[in-house]
């Protein structure tokens, strides 16, 4: 670290922590995120249903609810500002049988509770007519337009990109192994050497146990709810405009089928109760319950349209809730906790909260000149400009400028060279496979890397300048060709 | 944006659309142009550099790249034009195309068409394995193309999952160079492949096979650690009271290969859902008249002689068709259909009287000794009869039939029956 002093330290580049660092980089304090991870992104924050949440369906009067309901509007500008996707797709809840139909009035009242007023009756008929690929059996369903749909990655990247322009330290690689307070300061120990900073946030999502008992917090335990997926490709045509909910049960939300932003489809999670925070995996059992619970809300889903799976780990808190804290004994430490189902939606809203729990501490926050802030012209960002988004002509004169444009490395995307050494050359910018796929859509689509697995690892290695078989899928030791060089007599 | 016109376009420089572009030129066509997205001429050839390539067509016994050496000596020779690093992105339904390349977007408007845009592997979100996504999980063919073209091996223990022609031709490669192989697994009672990969690449060096088997699970949250082995009981499920973890670094797919239709898609040309190709009349003409379609883009075909010989015939019915030769695919054109025991057939489609010989390839749907092969109308006149001693759906079946008599929009057959004895 070339850096060890500095006002704040973030542990945790998930959603929570990038907002967070994004929202403090336009004040005068130097601010260091650190993450074990080989990029952003974070790990729930990465694997999840990518909704941006009304909040009618959370917990009422808790902080949650007063965060997701308040951060919902927040996305058309800062969606706007980071120049990242967003749609208001809006919501189908669909009730299949009597018991559900009991349950839709509750719904309804738990959402006015919430003051998400914006919610609309269905009778059967209308619930066919807006999405006719829902099964016959409905009975009634709930309209949601604000519930919407984003790219999870290109909001934490957008966030942490600004933020490093802005000034923020960003270490990847860097897992924090423990925090000493001396009453005054806090020095935190990583795998990169040892930071001294005033502040220490704790946005570390599945550890943000592990993280606040280095300083003798031991009140909460965190536990992973697993989610699995299915992503369906947009091969498959399927005529679904709206996030399609299930009645919520008392557990999860239940598996829904939504629409993605790049025009494939999801279904699931599933939501498995486990112990080791390591299960990120896929199940059979679990693949196959989503397929056979979706079907009940729209009979038409084939498993043969599926491309891939994931799995995320939801941070389950227990006690359970959102938790903003701080500490009178460890004045300078903040815990971000329990963010569990909906901290992507929450996330510019609990940034802005953590500023005021910083200021209640007493921390000056002095607004900076000259940065990439939201006072500057909108977008305060440029995204990467996608090939496949334009028409003909302006293709060609990209090529024109750009010769590298002309170079298709993924087809299923049709992500060209000159995107992938792009997000390479962003700061942060992507140190892996798994990074270019998650900022360009290389290798995401239906080959699943068949075709840009030739191309994609040579661009890495020469533009990070290292052999070909140092090139990893994810950081640490995940590299993709294992085998030494072979040995030419 | 710059615009080409010409006669005949060829999208994909593989042996197919390099044969076809020969065929043309040798009816006398002369403003033929190739499109290729890669540096070279050669398609999958380049990178199979085992020998076995050429023995129909040469009577030979060739690696890939001499093979594929000598067709392209043959484009240089009769100075067609081809255009690499150009990969086609659009094709609309009045045949023009649109190709990108470093130097810009060009418009190609050709009068015919040749599709050759050969096939791709399927992948591991296709075959569904739950597990973890480390590194280490790539398909056979990709890790060939590391081994033999940028010289890197994948990794140190590897288990193969499929034994199509790929996965045991590596098996053998990932041998000869120092790795472990520690299994094919094959969910299937017998080999993917062609026998003699079977022999040459599995038996002869004695890696062991795992006939009816699948993997169930993929353990390693970095790279590869382990995969989950499971046998297949007699009702097609994983049987799980008798899995087994097996150790590994690096888990190779080789479970299929899937045409390349993207852009038959687009310009709404018919497929068959069986060969996942496009739907062909006895020129290889797709129902988009003109447009014609040769080697893996059609179906998967075993070996590249076969390839070479469609891309061959598909290069000159499109000059014919230039000439006026050809008719246009027809709206009264009979149907061939895989009956009794046949997975797929190609032409599926036969337009007019066909005078001369008229070529049927052919898969069975399993193994099977001593059968019937019959060829019939709908109301099952037999019109071609043959006995086979052995068939295999691994190993496409080649059948010429002179002279046959086709009612319009009648229905024909092929069925794979009983043994004969
Ligand atoms: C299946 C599923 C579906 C979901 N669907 C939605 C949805 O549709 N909408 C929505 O709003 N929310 C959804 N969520 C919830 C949302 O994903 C999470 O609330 C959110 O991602 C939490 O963000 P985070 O930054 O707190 O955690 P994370 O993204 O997990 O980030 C925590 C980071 O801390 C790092 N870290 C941990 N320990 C250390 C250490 N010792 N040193 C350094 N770094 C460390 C980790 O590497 C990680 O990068 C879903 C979650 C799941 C699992
Ligand atoms: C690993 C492997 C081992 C094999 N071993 C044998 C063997 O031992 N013996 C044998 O006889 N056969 C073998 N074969 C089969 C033989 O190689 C293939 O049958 C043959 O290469 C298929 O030819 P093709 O022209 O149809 O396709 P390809 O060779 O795949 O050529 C297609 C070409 O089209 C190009 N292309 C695709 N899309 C576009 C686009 N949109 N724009 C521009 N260009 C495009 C591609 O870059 C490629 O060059 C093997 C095949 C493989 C994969």
Same mark, same amino acid.
């Given at each position: 670290?070339?850096n060890?002093?500095?006002?704040?330290?973030?542990?945790?580049?998930?959603?929570?922590g990038?907002?967070v660092?994004?929202?403090?980089s336009?004040?005068?304090?130097?601010?260091?995120?650190?993450?074990?991870?080989?990029?952003?992104?974070?790990?729930?924050?990465?694997?999840?249903?990518?909704?941006?949440?009304?909040?009618?369906? #959370?917990?009422?009067s808790?902080?949650?609810?007063?965060?997701?309901?308040?951060?919902?509007?927040?996305?058309?500008?800062?969606?706007?500002?980071?120049?990242?996707p967003?749609?208001?797709?809006?919501?189908?809840?669909?009730?299949?049988?009597?018991e559900?139909?009991?349950?839709?009035?509750?719904?309804?009242?738990?959402?006015?509770?919430n003051?998400?007023?914006?919610?609309?009756?269905?009778?059967?008929?209308?619930?066919?007519?807006?999405?006719?690929?829902?099964?016959p059996?409905?009975?009634?369903?709930l309209y949601?337009?604000?519930e919407?749909?984003?790219?999870?990655?290109?909001?934490?990247?957008?966030?942490?990109?600004?933020?490093?322009?802005?000034g923020?330290?960003?270490?990847?690689?860097?897992?924090?192994?423990?925090?000493?307070?001396?009453?005054?300061?806090?020095t935190?120990?990583?795998?990169?050497?040892?930071?001294k900073s005033?502040?220490?946030?704790?946005a570390?999502?599945?550890?943000?146990?592990?993280?606040?008992n280095?300083?003798?917090?031991?009140?909460?335990?965190?536990?992973?709810?697993?989610?699995?997926?299915?992503?369906?490709d947009?091969?498959?045509?399927?005529?679904?405009?709206?996030?399609?909910?299930p009645?919520?049960?008392?557990?999860?939300?239940?598996?829904?089928?939504?629409?993605?932003?790049?025009?494939?489809?999801?279904?699931?999670?599933?939501a498995?109760?486990?112990?080791?925070?390591?299960?990120s995996?896929?199940?059979?059992?679990?693949?196959?319950?989503?397929?056979?619970?979706?079907?009940?809300?729209?009979?038409?889903?084939?498993?043969n349209?599926?491309?891939?799976?994931?799995?995320?780990?939801?941070?389950?808190?227990?006690?359970?809730?959102?938790h903003?804290?701080?500490?009178?004994?460890?004045?300078?430490?903040?815990?971000?906790?329990?963010?569990?189902?909906?901290?992507?939606?929450?996330?510019?809203?609990?940034? @802005?909260?953590?500023?005021?729990k910083?200021?209640?501490?007493?921390?000056?926050?002095?607004?900076?000149?000259? @940065?990439?802030t939201?006072?500057?012209?909108?977008?305060i960002?440029?995204?990467?400009v996608?090939?496949?988004e334009?028409?003909?002509?302006?293709?060609?004169?990209?090529?024109?400028?750009?010769p590298?444009?002309?170079?298709?490395?993924?087809?299923?995307?049709?992500?060209?060279?000159?995107?992938?050494?792009?997000?390479?050359?962003?700061?942060?910018?992507?140190?892996?496979l798994?990074?270019i796929?998650?900022?360009?859509?290389?290798?995401? +689509?239906?080959?699943?890397?068949?075709?840009?697995?030739?191309?994609?690892?040579?661009?890495?290695?020469?533009?990070l300048n290292?052999?070909?078989?140092?090139?990893?899928?994810?950081?640490?030791?995940?590299?993709?060709?294992?085998?030494?060089?072979?040995?030419?007599? | 944006?710059?615009?080409?016109?010409?006669?005949?376009?060829?999208?994909g420089? %593989?042996?197919?659309g390099?044969?076809?572009?020969?065929?043309?030129?040798?009816?006398?066509l002369?403003?033929?142009?190739?499109?290729?997205?890669?540096?070279?001429?050669?398609?999958?050839l380049?990178?199979c550099?085992h020998?076995?390539?050429?023995?129909?067509?040469?009577?030979?016994?060739?690696?890939?790249?001499?093979?594929?050496?000598?067709?392209?000596?043959?484009?240089?020779r009769r100075?067609i034009?081809?255009?690499?690093?150009?990969?086609?992105?659009?094709?609309?339904?009045?045949?023009?195309?649109?190709a990108?390349?470093?130097?810009g977007?060009v418009?190609?408007?050709?009068?015919?068409?040749?599709?050759?845009?050969?096939?791709?592997?399927?992948?591991?979100? #296709?075959?569904?394995?739950?597990g973890?996504?480390?590194?280490?999980?790539?398909?056979?063919?990709?890790?060939?193309?590391?081994?033999?073209?940028? +010289?890197?091996?994948p990794?140190?223990?590897?288990?193969?999952?499929?034994?199509?022609?790929?996965?045991?031709?590596?098996?053998?490669?990932?041998?000869l160079?120092g790795?472990?192989?520690? %299994?094919? @697994?094959?969910?299937?009672?017998f080999?993917?492949?062609?026998t003699?990969?079977y022999?040459?690449?599995?038996?002869?060096?004695?890696?062991?096979?795992?006939?009816?088997?699948?993997?169930?699970?993929?353990?390693?949250?970095?790279?590869?650690?382990?995969?989950?082995?499971?046998?297949?009981?007699?009702?097609?499920i994983?049987?799980?009271?008798?899995?087994?973890?097996?150790?590994?670094d690096t888990?190779?797919?080789?479970?299929?290969?899937?045409?390349?239709?993207?852009?038959?898609?687009?310009?709404?040309?018919?497929?068959?859902?069986?060969?996942?190709?496009?739907?062909?009349?006895?020129?290889?003409?797709?129902?988009l008249?003109?447009?014609?379609?040769?080697?893996?883009?059609?179906?998967?075909?075993?070996?590249?002689?076969?390839?070479?010989?469609?891309?061959?015939?598909a290069?000159e019915?499109?000059?014919?068709?230039?000439?006026?030769?050809?008719?246009?695919?027809?709206?009264?054109?009979?149907?061939?259909?895989p009956?009794?025991?046949?997975?797929?057939?190609m032409?599926?489609?036969?337009t007019?009287?066909?005078?001369?010989?008229?070529?049927?390839?052919?898969?069975?749907s399993?193994?099977?000794r001593?059968?019937?092969?019959?060829?019939?109308?709908?109301?099952?006149?037999?019109?071609?009869?043959?006995?086979?001693?052995? @068939?295999?759906?691994?190993?496409?079946?080649?059948?010429?039939?002179?002279?046959?008599?086709?009612?319009?929009?009648?229905?024909?057959y092929?069925?794979?029956?009983?043994?004969?004895?």
């Amino acid at each position: 670290m070339n850096n060890n002093n500095t006002d704040v330290l973030i542990i945790g580049a998930g959603a929570i922590g990038m907002a967070v660092a994004y929202e403090l980089s336009r004040y005068e304090l130097s601010v260091t995120v650190v993450d074990r991870l080989n990029d952003v992104g974070g790990d729930a924050s990465r694997s999840n249903s990518a909704i941006i949440h009304t909040g009618f369906d #959370a917990p009422p009067s808790t902080l949650e609810s007063s965060l997701v309901v308040h951060a919902n509007p927040m996305f058309d500008r800062l969606c706007r500002e980071l120049d990242i996707p967003f749609r208001r797709t809006g919501a189908v809840l669909v009730a299949v049988t009597e018991e559900e139909e009991e349950e839709i009035p509750e719904i309804l009242d738990k959402a006015h509770e919430n003051g998400v007023f914006d919610l609309y009756y269905l009778p059967a008929r209308k619930v066919r007519e807006m999405e006719p690929l829902i099964t016959p059996k409905v009975r009634c369903g709930l309209y949601i337009p604000r519930e919407s749909i984003i790219d999870p990655f290109l909001l934490v990247i957008a966030m942490a990109e600004i933020a490093v322009k802005n000034g923020v330290e960003f270490y990847r690689e860097c897992e924090v192994k423990n925090i000493v307070y001396n009453g005054r300061s806090f020095t935190t120990e990583t795998t990169k050497g040892k930071v001294k900073s005033k502040i220490v946030i704790n946005a570390a999502g599945l550890n943000t146990d592990k993280i606040s008992n280095f300083l003798g917090i031991d009140d909460f335990k965190v536990t992973p709810r697993r989610g699995q997926f299915h992503v369906i490709d947009r091969s498959a045509e399927l005529p679904i405009r709206h996030i399609i909910l299930p009645v919520p049960t008392k557990i999860s939300k239940g598996k829904l089928i939504t629409p993605t932003i790049h025009g494939n489809w999801l279904i699931g999670p599933t939501a498995e109760d486990l112990s080791d925070k390591s299960l990120s995996n896929t199940t059979r059992n679990g693949l196959d319950e989503i397929i056979s619970d979706v079907k009940k809300l729209i009979p038409a889903i084939d498993k043969n349209y599926v491309i891939t799976q994931y799995a995320g780990l939801r941070p389950v808190r227990e006690p359970g809730g959102y938790h903003i804290r701080t500490f009178k004994n460890i004045p300078g430490f903040i815990e971000l906790s329990g963010i569990r189902s909906t901290g992507i939606t929450s996330s510019p809203a609990v940034a @802005v909260f953590t500023c005021r729990k910083l200021k209640e501490m007493g921390i000056p926050l002095k607004h900076r000149e000259a @940065v990439c802030t939201v006072s500057t012209p909108l977008p305060i960002r440029k995204g990467i400009v996608m090939f496949r988004e334009l028409n003909n002509l302006e293709r060609a004169e990209l090529i024109e400028r750009d010769p590298l444009y002309g170079r298709i490395v993924c087809r299923c995307e049709t992500v060209t060279e000159s995107e992938v050494v792009q997000s390479i050359k962003r700061n942060p910018g992507a140190h892996d496979l798994d990074g270019i796929k998650r900022r360009v859509r290389a290798g995401l +689509g239906r080959c699943q890397g068949g075709f840009c697995g030739m191309h994609i690892p040579k661009i890495l290695a020469r533009e990070l300048n290292i052999p070909l078989n140092r090139v990893t899928k994810k950081g640490g030791g995940s590299f993709f060709l294992n085998g030494e060089t072979k040995r030419f007599e | 944006m710059r615009k080409i016109e010409c006669e005949l376009a060829i999208a994909g420089g %593989g042996p197919a659309g390099m044969a076809s572009a020969i065929g043309a030129a040798d009816m006398g066509l002369s403003d033929i142009i190739v499109i290729e997205r890669d540096d070279h001429l050669g398609g999958i050839l380049n990178q199979c550099i085992h020998n076995g390539f050429g023995l129909h067509f040469f009577n030979e016994d060739l690696t890939g790249p001499e093979y594929a050496e000598r067709f392209i000596s043959e484009i240089k020779r009769r100075f067609i034009k081809y255009l690499l690093r150009t990969m086609v992105i659009e094709l609309k339904d009045d045949k023009c195309l649109i190709a990108v390349s470093p130097n810009g977007l060009v418009e190609i408007k050709p009068r015919a068409l040749v599709l050759a845009m050969g096939c791709r592997e399927r992948t591991r979100g #296709a075959t569904r394995i739950p597990g973890y996504r480390p590194a280490g999980v790539m398909t056979a063919g990709t890790a060939q193309r590391y081994i033999n073209i940028e +010289g890197y091996l994948p990794g140190k223990e590897i288990i193969i999952l499929g034994s199509g022609d790929i996965g045991m031709i590596m098996a053998r490669r990932l041998h000869l160079e120092g790795c472990v192989v520690k %299994g094919v @697994v094959e969910i299937g009672n017998f080999a993917g492949g062609l026998t003699r990969n079977y022999v040459q690449c599995i038996e002869d060096y004695d890696i062991p096979l795992y006939l009816g088997h699948t993997i169930t699970n993929i353990l390693g949250e970095e790279r590869v650690e382990a995969v989950e082995i499971t046998p297949i009981n007699a009702d097609g499920i994983p049987d799980s009271s008798k899995k087994f973890i097996e150790t590994c670094d690096t888990l190779l797919l080789s479970v299929g290969l899937i045409p390349e239709n993207e852009l038959s898609r687009q310009a709404n040309i018919l497929l068959d859902p069986i060969t996942g190709g496009p739907l062909l009349d006895q020129y290889f003409q797709t129902s988009l008249s003109g447009v014609f379609a040769a080697g893996n883009v059609a179906q998967v075909f075993d070996l590249v002689d076969h390839v070479s010989d469609s891309g061959k015939k598909a290069g000159e019915n499109a000059a014919l068709y230039l000439r006026g030769e050809i008719p246009p695919w027809g709206k009264e054109t009979a149907s061939v259909i895989p009956g009794e025991g046949v997975r797929c057939v190609m032409p599926q489609k036969l337009t007019e009287n066909c005078q001369g010989k008229l070529n049927f390839y052919l898969r069975a749907s399993t193994h099977r000794r001593m059968v019937l092969l019959d060829f019939s109308a709908s109301d099952n006149r037999i019109i071609y009869s043959e006995k086979i001693n052995i @068939v295999r759906p691994p190993e496409m079946i080649n059948i010429a039939i002179e002279n046959v008599d086709i009612t319009p929009s009648g229905k024909y057959y092929f069925t794979i029956k009983e043994e004969y004895l």
